[in-house]
């Protein structure tokens, strides 16, 4: 089976303090994504990775940085941690390969409140 | 680019009854998937089920089928014989179709649906 793994769970943050979100898939993805999930707003695209040391900004960037230095880890950065990123934060991974249906795997989520 | 827009934030079915899920979406694309998640309580989201914009059959699996109305750009999810494992949050996805690298999705704003016994 494919495994997403966030490596915490639940987090307690100071504002401006810089937060570090890790995600480790094992399954040789290429793709790797990370998304915030907000109620009513359902996922939200931050950052996506589709190759070692590549990104691409999704719909919601700002105040948010990547880094993809091994290919199957990618981590989500927060800089100066405000209280409007208190959220759940979802990783997911899937390969570029068409053969598999192009499916997502999602990681448990992090949840992060910024006090 | 795309919306996709679930406009049921909440529903209810008594256990082994069937329910329907609304999701509508909006995409100049011609070619493209479309997928229901599922998010069990304070677990993991899950795919559900899968449907590839080329082809007219609509997909099932198991006790959950899809209604795919292209034309009308509408994808709802039918879930018959309702378990109390099917309480969870229940997410429409749109993927472009595409060859290159990024297979992204745009997500609705969730159904939270509730089972009860």
């Known amino acids: 089976d494919v495994k997403v793994t966030q490596s915490s769970r639940y987090l307690v943050k100071r504002t401006g303090e810089k937060v570090f979100l890790e995600c480790v898939q094992d399954m040789d993805h290429e793709n790797m994504f990370w998304y915030r999930q907000d109620p009513g707003l359902g996922l939200r695209l931050i950052y996506f990775s589709y190759d070692v040391k590549m990104k691409e900004k999704g719909d919601i960037p700002e105040g948010y940085s990547v880094s993809r230095e091994k290919k199957e880890r990618f981590s989500l950065i927060l800089e100066s941690a405000s209280t409007n990123q208190t959220s759940m934060y979802l990783c997911?991974?899937?390969?570029?390969?068409?053969?598999?249906?192009?499916?997502?795997?999602f990681g448990e989520g992090s949840w992060l409140t910024v006090v | 680019a795309q919306t996709v827009t679930q406009s049921q934030p909440e529903m209810s079915v008594q256990e082994a009854e069937t329910v329907t899920l609304s999701c509508t979406y909006d995409?100049?694309?011609?070619?493209?998937?479309l997928f229901w998640y599922k998010q069990p309580p304070s677990r993991q989201m899950i795919l559900v089920i899968r449907q590839e914009a080329y082809k007219q059959q609509n997909a099932t699996e198991n006790r959950f089928s899809v209604n795919f109305q292209k034309a009308a750009k509408s994808f709802s999810l039918k879930i018959s014989d309702s378990q109390l494992g099917d309480t969870a949050m229940y997410f429409c996805a749109f993927m472009k179709r595409d060859n290159n690298a990024g297979n992204m999705l745009t997500f609705g704003g969730g159904t939270r649906l509730m089972v009860k016994p």
């Open positions: 997911a991974s899937s390969t570029k390969h068409r053969g598999s249906g192009n499916t997502i795997y």
């Open positions: 995409t100049s694309e011609s070619n493209y998937y």
